[in-house]
């Protein structure tokens, strides 16, 4: 399985660590991934979306940010999502007990490269059959990764455009689609209050008519 993961600060891109496995029968470039991981990276800052899925392809692009530093996953698109954030939540909750302190204060790259032990490790218990069969069982904060932003990663490098961008578009159609929903019941009920008085003033006049047809 061809695989990247590299973690960096947010507040430069400065990369702090990095994995990667390559998969030769594949053909993939790998250092072509690695080169949008490095771009991307730096691209984000604070206003970015915590969470979010870049897709280049085959593969997709997994991040959380937390803390101040970014952790990403480069993997097949075939693989879960809900493991992929699972396993991106590990390694964050590992490095940031080793050398959360640290971060800000370290000026050359990959300072915690020995980190890379860690993610291996832990990547293979992810990666693994039997680790797929319980990917029920995970508990953490994922139950709704099905609602984590995604984009393309070729659109976010070539235009520029910031993540923070993409979350407020996102944001807005959020609002949008709330604002459609409500204005919708509001007919909705406007239309049955109607439809309920259209049937009152049938049977109010009815009985009036009555009245003074037996007078």
Known sequence: ????????????????????????????????????A???????????????????????????????????????????????????EDIHSEFYDQYGRRVPTVTRPYSFIE???????????????????????INTELQDVQRIMVANIEEVLQRGEALSALDTKASNLSSLSKKYRSDAKYLNTRSAYAKVAA????????????RFWWL
């Open 115 to 137: 980190f890379d032990t860690y993610i291996q490790k832990t990547k293979k218990s992810y990666v693994d059959s039997r680790a797929r069969r319980n990917l029920g069982s």
């Open 38 to 88: 490095k771009q991307l990276c730096r691209k984000l800052n604070a206003q970015s979306p915590d969470r979010c899925t870049l897709e280049a392809g085959d593969m997709n692009f997994h991040y959380i940010i937390a803390q101040g530093v970014c952790y990403l996953f480069l993997c097949e698109a075939s693989f879960p999502k809900k493991m992929a954030f699972a396993y991106l």
């Open 1 to 36: 399985m061809t695989s990247l993961t590299m973690i960096a600060r947010v507040a430069d891109g400065l990369p702090l660590a990095a994995s990667i496995q390559e998969d030769e029968q594949s053909g993939r470039d790998l250092q072509h991934y690695q080169s949008q």
């Open 199 to 210: 049937v009152a003033v049938f049977f109010i006049t009815l009985i009036i008519y009555l």
